[in-house]
């Protein structure tokens, strides 16, 4: 099956430096910001569909605008490209969230992909009016996936859980397709979760051996459920013509950071209940030395952003050889984002798709542009996912 490659929206706004933010934290630069204005928001979806990806992730939070109203906007402005929307389910009901998927998918022609969220930081969620500890919302987050998949089934709910109670909830219109659901987490509560309800697990970009592991756990727990779950990586990217062009790129946003900025950040990082986050800080330690963890992989971002803190840095072809690396443990989709996110989507489209697309480990998922003149288009079809089990 071909690789697929999702880029990022960046809601809270993009610079040519590195913006912190994300669990919990405010979006920051130490360089300018451009506003995420629907205008510029555009720009970097048309061009990821015009390159050949096939989503592009929007995050949640209260660092960021919301991810389900800009999504719908953007939609009127691509025709291909899927939403890979990011959620919490302690902050709206089971049953509205399916109707909004359903609603999504029909207006939007099928171009829902949901990214489940379980937070991990307390005073967030407490400002959301979600008071629950971690190992609750998990809990919580599997009723609500149990009951939403139902109602996308078309079938008429009664729960009656520890966390969540419905009564006679149904769709009176379907989702179709029904989105498929995108879930991470490090924690053993998020382990049990994403083996039930996960097409796709998420992972964000540790060294190969520690995504091995992690693999082959969630592949464990999903067996047990009698299923079988696609794997995807959250990485920033840095590709350039030749390595020391991308390492040079690196030490550049590297150098625009204001040590108060980090030191602020890794305090903040350092209060998270997030058990991935905790592997993130583990990469680096909060020193601005020793960054290149493996090879091509450099976890500079992660001093000053939460969540994803690691990019692939390097020529085309390393990076690219690194994708491969990945994949051959298993990873079949890419989320990547850089900054700034509209100039890094054309670096790593032209760059380094045309390689994956030679050594036949990608295919476009619709025609391209640069292929108009010898292609005729082809249709775009959604690609099948997952089953959950009968139990789910």
């Known amino acids: 099956m071909s690789l697929q490659f999702h880029w990022f929206l960046p809601t809270y706004g993009d610079s040519r430096d590195l913006v912190g933010g994300g669990h919990g934290l405010r979006a920051g630069s130490t360089g300018a910001i451009r506003p995420a204005t629907l205008e510029y928001l555009g720009q970097i979806a048309r061009s990821a569909e015009q390159l050949g990806f096939v989503g592009a992730l929007t995050p949640t939070g209260a660092w960021c605008e919301d991810a389900w109203l800009t999504t719908a906007m953007l939609t009127e402005v691509t025709e291909r490209l899927k939403f ?3 959620f919490r389910p302690g902050s709206i009901s089971p049953t509205l969230a399916a109707q909004q998927s359903a609603t999504f998918q029909r207006h939007s022609d099928g171009r829902l992909l949901l990214n489940v969220v379980i937070g991990g930081e307390p005073h967030e969620q407490r400002a959301y009016g979600d008071f629950l500890d971690k190992d609750a919302r998990y ?3 599997d009723e609500f996936l149990d009951i939403t ?5 078309g079938e008429t709910v009664d729960h009656d859980g520890a966390h969540l109670r419905v009564e006679g909830a149904t769709l009176a219109r379907l989702p179709d397709p029904s989105p498929p659901i995108y879930f991470g987490g490090s924690s053993p509560a998020a382990g049990g979760v994403a083996a039930r309800h996960a097409d796709v697990y998420l992972t964000w970009g ?3 051996a520690q995504v091995a592991e992690k693999l082959s756990w969630i592949r464990r727990l999903a067996a047990a459920e009698g299923r079988t779950i696609r794997f995807g990586i959250r990485l920033h990217v840095i590709a350039r013509d030749t390595a020391e062009q991308a390492w040079a790129e690196a030490r550049r946003l590297l150098s625009g950071l204001d040590p108060k900025l980090i030191a602020d950040v890794q305090a903040g990082l350092a209060r998270s209940e997030s058990v991935g ?3 993130m800080l583990a990469l680096h330690g909060g020193s601005t030395d020793e960054l290149e963890i493996y090879p091509n992989l450099w976890a500079g971002v992660g001093l000053v952003r939460g969540g994803a803190g690691t990019a692939l840095v390097g020529s085309h072809a390393e990076v690219a050889d690194r994708i491969a690396e990945y994949h051959g443990l298993g990873i079949d ?11 890094e989507a054309y670096w790593f489209g032209e760059g380094v798709l045309p390689i994956l697309r030679q050594r036949g480990l990608w295919t476009p998922p619709y025609a391209l542009a640069a292929d108009a003149e010898t292609s005729t288009a082809v249709p775009f079809a959604p690609t099948p996912t997952a089953q959950p089990a009968a139990a789910s």
Do not use: D, T
């Not at 998949?149 to 089934?153: G, I, K, N, S, V």
């Open 206 to 208: 540790e060294p190969p």
């Open 149 to 153: 998949r139902a109602l996308w089934r």
């Open 333 to 343: 989709e890419f989320v990547l984002s850089g900054h700034p996110h509209l100039e």
């Open 139 to 141: 809990a919580r987050a």
């Open 277 to 279: 986050q905790k592997r």
């Open 84 to 86: 890979l929307v990011a």
